[in-house]
Structure formats: structure tokens, C-alpha cells
């Protein structure tokens, strides 16, 4: 079965600093795509950024930033400039065709 | 256009009764989704409609039953409700396809005591 794993329960980072956040992940299929959700105290599920397996650049969206090594299955994300409202809990997701995966997620606080 | 909707907010079962979280989404996504997040946890797939009249068990179906007759609906039943199921329970809805965005709604959080 495929299984995410977000290694570091929590994470803090001086503001405008940059922190990145690990994730790895387990599959044997080939066709799959990769996602970072935010989820502020507010529940609501934010979608941050995504990757296709089958593309070897790495996806960008402003100020996050993932590396994606599809060898190694990982898949991280860099958040740059860090603001106070990135503040949220972090989580890495899988899907492929027929499942939806999501990581533990990773707490990162944001230090004025 | 209100995204996905979620009825009620918050619940509290008594052990053994029965519940239906409801769930309509305006966006006309063909794919709909139910997950359930227990504290200090990643969301968990428990069913998911492809489309009207389809679903399918994701990785934690057990005491779920799910119904799929329109578009826009995509209710939850809860039958025999027992503790494990104490959680925060989201739906989600996507365009077809497995790079499409899910959008989520607010959540509702059930107790079971």
C-alpha cells in the first residue's frame, strides 16, 4: 500500500526566513502526483502546490517551491521569505488513480 | 457559488445511534470524496464517487456507507456508532482527473461518547 511520511512533527522558522519540510513516500505505480496542502486552525484544507510524477522540473508557486527526486521518492517543499500567516499544519499528499494518501503533517510556526 | 457544503458542524453520538453527514458541492465536480482526520493526523480516505450512481472503498471504509444519486450530493452514513469514529470528518470535491485540485469543505466534528 502507498504510505506518506512527514518526518519532522514540527518545524519553526524566523519570519522571512526560509524553512523547508520534508516528505517521502511509497508507491509502486509509475502514473501519481504529488500535492502540499495547508491547514491553518481554521480546518480549512488550503492547497499549496502540486507536482506530476511524470515531469522532472520542479513546481513553483511564488514563494513555495518544491524538490521533487523521483528516485529517492521525496518530495519537499521550501517556503521562502516566510510570513506570519504561513503559520499551519503542513501535509504531503499522494495520489494515483484509485487512492489518496495523505502524511502525518508537520506544524510549522512562524517567529516575528 | 458556495464550494462545498457540510451539514452539521458539530455532533455528538451516543454510542450505537446512527448518522448521515451531508455533503452538496455547486461546482459540478464529477469527483467527490470523504475523509475522516483524528488528532494530530493526516486525513484518511474512507469513500469516493467518481461520479453519479459510482463509489468506492478508499483505506478506512468500515462502518461507513456512503450514496452517490446526483451530482452535487454525497452523503455519509454512520451506522452503529462506536468511539473510533470520534473524529473531524471532511468532503471534497474535484474535477475529473488526478491533477485537479480537491476543494474541501469546512468539516464537521463528531464525538461519539
Known amino acids: 500500500a502507498q504510505t506518506v511520511t512527514q518526518s519532522q512533527p514540527e518545524m519553526s522558522v524566523q519570519e522571512a526566513e526560509t524553512v523547508t519540510l520534508s516528505c517521502t513516500y511509497d508507491?509502486?505505480?509509475?502514473?501519481?502526483?504529488l500535492f502540499w496542502y495547508k491547514q491553518p486552525p481554521s480546518r480549512q484544507m488550503i492547497l499549496v502546490i502540486r507536482?506530476?510524477?511524470?515531469?522532472?522540473q520542479n513546481a513553483t508557486e511564488n514563494r513555495f517551491s518544491v524538490n521533487f527526486q523521483k528516485a529517492a521518492k521525496s518530495f519537499s517543499l521550501k517556503i521562502s521569505d516566510s510570513q506570519l500567516g504561513d503559520a499551519a499544519m503542513y501535509f504531503c499528499?499522494?495520489?494515483?488513480?484509485?487512492?489518496?494518501?495523505f502524511g502525518a503533517g508537520t506544524r510549522l510556526t512562524v517567529k516575528p | 457559488n458556495a464550494g462545498v457544503t457540510q451539514t452539521p458542524k458539530f455532533r455528538i453520538l451516543k454510542i450505537g445511534q446512527s448518522m448521515t453527514l451531508q455533503c452538496t458541492q455547486d461546482?459540478?465536480?464529477?469527483?467527490m470524496y470523504w475523509y475522516r482526520q483524528d488528532p494530530g493526523m493526516g486525513l484518511k480516505l474512507i469513500y469516493y464517487?467518481?461520479?453519479?450512481?459510482?463509489?468506492d472503498k478508499g483505506e478506512v471504509p468500515n462502518g461507513y456507507n456512503v450514496s452517490r444519486s446526483t451530482t452535487e450530493d454525497f452523503p455519509l452514513r454512520l451506522e452503529l456508532a462506536a468511539p473510533s469514529q470520534t473524529s473531524v470528518y471532511f468532503c471534497?470535491?474535484?474535477?475529473?482527473?488526478?491533477?485537479?485540485?480537491?476543494?474541501f469543505g469546512p468539516g464537521t466534528r463528531l464525538t461519539v461518547t
Open positions: 499528499a499522494y495520489r494515483s488513480s484509485n487512492d489518496m494518501r
Open positions: 461546482m459540478n465536480h464529477n469527483y
Open positions: 471534497a470535491s474535484s474535477s475529473t482527473g488526478q491533477l485537479y485540485e480537491q476543494y
Open positions: 464517487s467518481v461520479g453519479a450512481g459510482i463509489t
Open positions: 508507491t509502486s505505480e509509475s502514473d501519481y502526483y
Open positions: 507536482q506530476e510524477a511524470y515531469k522532472q
